[in-house]
């Protein structure tokens, strides 16, 4: 048993209800000049610095604020090629279409095996050093039974938070025949895929799969025990967000363009709502509305959606920085969104919160507070992180 005291922590961001009235803080439960100890990868202790116990090795945080690590509910990092030429070609005034997903899957069927894993190992490095800890990630990019198959089994190399995301697109060998489709990936796909998933999720919008499309899938991914998440409203109002509330879903992404019944269900249901600012940032959409959400009692996480096509960020400071400046989110909401929010997106209870027993997902900030995320947006505030009490960065 080997125990390790991060003290001298100037602002430690805990998300513990317990501290939140002597934080003056809404839901942070800030401590200062605290210390956190962590035995065999778990918080074990946090308090004051001045009473903290004895421990085999000693971090000196120097002033700096600890926050729990990012918990990035929603990323799509198994894929081939670029699409940088689409992303450039929207800034001159293209519209994002969800067809652009059938280039990634070209190009992620062409890739080995070899050249996906190299590819995501060097996103999870990325993520690690940006304060990420928690990463789920969905397959997608390959929408045939071995290839949809292989990108599950690639991810779980990676994180246990895996989504079978076979109904992101209809495949082009396919064309005109959604229905056909769906069959194979409630049958075949789905017997192949679910071994190696933790969820479902569908893509339910306009160009990509109708609302009864959608209910079948995730009907089909419930029953085989993969817990539901929705991708819905991005592109315009529809009705998935209902679906996602009606099947339980644990999430729902995007949320864009919501009705107000839509807000006031999310509000009265446990359902997150997931918002993805880098897609509207790398679209030049209308940035969802965070404050009407908050405001309707619903619980928001904040996640990249790190994709070649819609958001190619792995950056989740610069989330919460957008979603502060554009979206109506305080700092210290957007803090708490991108932590204990992701993990309720994940129905994670042992991340995104430094308590006794969670897993020691820790963030060393190069800054005395957590506003500094959104304060000095694009600056690299990440200076040290530990995944289950181990340094991954810094
Ligand atoms: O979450 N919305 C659907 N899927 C991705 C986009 C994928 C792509 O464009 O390649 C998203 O935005
Ligand atoms: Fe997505």
């Not at 729990?68 to 929207?90: K, L, M, N, Q």
């Not at 690690?128 to 949809?148: F, M, N, P, R, W």
């Not at 025990?225 to 929705?230: F, K, T, Y």
């Not at 940035?287 to 190619?312: H, I, K, M, Q, W």
Request: with cysteine; aromatic share 6%.
């Amino acid at each position: 048993m080997s125990s390790h005291l991060i003290t001298g922590i100037g602002q430690l961001v805990t998300n513990d209800l317990e501290h939140d009235a002597a934080a003056g803080v809404e839901r942070l439960g800030l401590l200062h000049d605290a210390a956190v100890r962590v035995v065999d990868g778990l918080v074990d202790w946090v308090g004051p610095a001045a009473d903290a116990p004895e421990a085999d090795s000693v971090t000196d945080a120097a002033g700096a604020a600890l926050i729990p690590g990012f918990v990035d509910s929603h990323t799509h990092i198994v894929f081939g090629g670029d699409r940088s030429a689409e992303f450039e070609a929207r800034m001159s005034g293209q519209a994002y279409s969800a067809g652009g997903i059938r280039s990634t899957v070209a190009a992620t069927r062409a890739a080995s095996d070899d050249e996906l894993r190299t590819r995501l190992a060097g996103f999870m490095t990325e993520l690690h050093a940006q304060g990420s800890t928690t990463i789920e990630v969905k397959s997608g990019y390959g929408l045939t039974v071995d290839d949809e198959a292989r990108m599950l089994r690639l991810a779980a190399e990676v994180t246990d938070e895996v989504t079978f995301l076979g109904a992101h697109v209809v495949p082009a060998e396919f064309a005109g025949r959604g229905d056909d489709y769906v069959d194979l990936v409630v049958g075949d796909m789905l017997d192949a895929c679910a071994p190696h998933a933790k969820w479902v999720d569908v893509f339910c919008e306009t160009g990509a799969f109708t609302p009864e499309q959608s209910r079948r899938v995730l009907e089909a991914g419930a029953a085989r025990g993969l817990g539901v998440r929705v991708h819905a409203s991005q592109l315009g109002p529809g009705v998935g967000v209902q679906l996602a509330i009606e099947l339980g879903a644990a999430a729902v992404d995007h949320c864009t363009f919501l009705t107000d019944d839509d807000v006031t269900a999310l509000g009265a249901f446990d359902t997150v709502a997931t918002l993805l600012p880098g897609v509207e940032f790398s679209t030049k959409q209308p940035y969802p509305d965070a404050r009407r959400l908050l405001e309707a009692g619903a619980t928001v996480a904040l996640a990249s959606d790190c994709n070649p096509g819609s958001s190619f960020t792995s950056s989740m400071p610069f989330c919460i920085a957008v979603a502060v400046r554009d979206m109506g989110m305080t700092p210290a909401e957007a803090l708490w969104s991108s932590t204990a929010g992701g993990a309720r997106a994940l129905r994670r209870t042992d991340v995104g919160r430094v308590v006794v027993g969670a897993r020691a997902d820790l963030v060393q900030l190069k800054a005395p507070s957590y506003v500094h995320l959104a304060y000095r947006p694009g600056v690299p505030l990440v200076d040290r992180v530990w995944k289950d009490g181990v340094l991954v960065s810094g």
